[in-house]
């Protein structure tokens, strides 16, 4: 499975971003993902996941209310749509995929795409 997350941008606090993770692969349906955020100096940061039938979903405290991920397995794209941000979501954000179902550590992941920097000021 060969991921790719797009979307970062620059916006400003209380506005809203969208990501997309493209996966190939037939077997990317079968898998949970992963989205983490690694800001500067800091270690990766669990930030949502879904199950791979897009049933549940789990959310980093710091983000509920405000981030909603999702799936369509038909188009092999994982999303994390990102309202209401603050400066402190800024930081380069990763999809992951893996067969272990929804974690929150980076090694309960299989697959990883490269980051997509989003950046919020304030």
């Known amino acids: 499975v060969q991921l790719q997350a797009y979307g970062g941008g620059l916006v400003q606090a209380g506005g809203s971003l969208s990501l997309s993770c493209a996966a190939s692969?037939?077997?990317?349906?079968?898998?949970?993902v992963g989205w983490f955020r690694q800001a500067p100096g800091k270690e990766h940061e669990f930030v949502a996941g879904?199950?791979?039938?897009?049933?549940?979903?789990s959310y980093a405290n710091s983000v509920k209310g405000r981030f909603t991920i999702s799936r369509d397995s038909a188009k092999n794209t994982a999303y994390l749509q990102m309202n209401s941000l603050k400066p402190e979501d800024t930081g380069v954000y990763f999809c992951?995929?893996?067969?272990?179902?929804?974690?929150?550590?980076?090694?309960?992941?299989?697959?990883w795409g490269q980051g997509t920097q989003v950046t919020v000021s304030s």
């Open positions: 992951a995929a893996g067969q272990q179902g929804i974690g929150t550590r980076t090694d309960q992941y299989d697959y």
């Open positions: 879904i199950s791979w039938r897009g049933i549940t979903t």
């Open positions: 692969g037939r077997t990317f349906r079968s898998y949970a």
